[in-house]
């Protein structure tokens, strides 16, 4: 069956302190690629996606993921974390012969911390 | 890239009433979609908005409870029929466009409480 895991329900990081969120996925060709973050109220926002090439992408607010097929990952880092990026964030993946059809992991709710 | 405009973003509604929430695009998309996010959870896919067609509802939703209308390529509806408690979620339309798969856009929400 298809899945998206997001192994890690909750993260406390300091601010300043580096980040890094973790993303698996089980499909039967690679995916499109997908980081959201959700801050509390507001609807999602992208911070970064791949379809193909490079497999480190830059996204918006300074993350970065990389895609690693051989893991079949796609994980979310961030060098310096600031109070603002306390939110959910959510890994996703869409089919590419269904572009549009998403399928989220369960969440990663970060807490950042003085 | 284009703007989705949803409405209402939130209501209060008692049980065994029906809720109908609308979603505007501001260009036209190919694809429409609508998702709930029940209380702590991630989002799940219910259905896939067709123009001028039934939608095609993903596993454990059907259209007598989640019917959903879009008569053009700019506007759908998810109307949230015989509410429970259990109806309480967010609820979130998309739309892409599938001759370009760039970017997916979502509305704002509808936070919908059931009482």
């Known amino acids: 069956a298809q899945s998206v895991t997001q192994p890690d329900i909750h993260i406390t990081v300091s601010e300043g302190a580096s980040l890094e969120l973790r993303c698996n996925y089980s499909y039967g060709a690679t995916p499109y690629l997908f980081w959201y973050v959700q801050s509390p109220g507001q609807g999602l926002q992208l911070l970064l996606k791949?379809?193909?090439?490079?497999?480190l992408v830059q996204g918006i607010k300074g993350f970065e993921a990389e895609f690693k097929r051989s893991q079949s990952s796609f994980n979310l880092r961030k060098p310096s974390v600031h109070w603002s990026d306390a939110a959910e964030y959510f890994c996703?993946?869409?089919?590419?012969?269904?572009?549009?059809?998403?399928?989220f992991g369960a969440g990663t709710q970060v807490v950042v911390t003085p | 890239s284009a703007v989705i405009s949803q409405k209402p973003s939130r209501d209060i509604c008692q049980r065994g009433t029906s809720l109908t929430i609308q979603c505007q695009v501001d260009s036209q998309v190919t694809m429409m979609f609508w998702y709930r996010q029940q209380p702590g959870q991630s989002l799940t896919l219910i259905a896939t908005?067709?123009?001028?067609?039934?939608?095609?509802?993903e596993s454990g939703f059907v259209i007598d409870k989640f019917p959903i209308s879009r008569p053009n390529l700019t506007f759908s509806t998810l109307t949230v029929s015989n509410m429970s408690p259990e109806d309480s979620s967010i609820y979130l339309c998309s739309g892409v466009d599938s001759t370009q798969n760039t970017e997916a856009f979502f509305g704002q929400g509808t936070r919908l409480t059931v009482v």
């Open positions: 908005a067709n123009q001028g067609s039934e939608a095609t509802y």
């Open positions: 791949y379809f193909s090439g490079d497999t």
């Open positions: 996703a993946v869409a089919p590419t012969d269904s572009w549009g059809k998403f399928q």
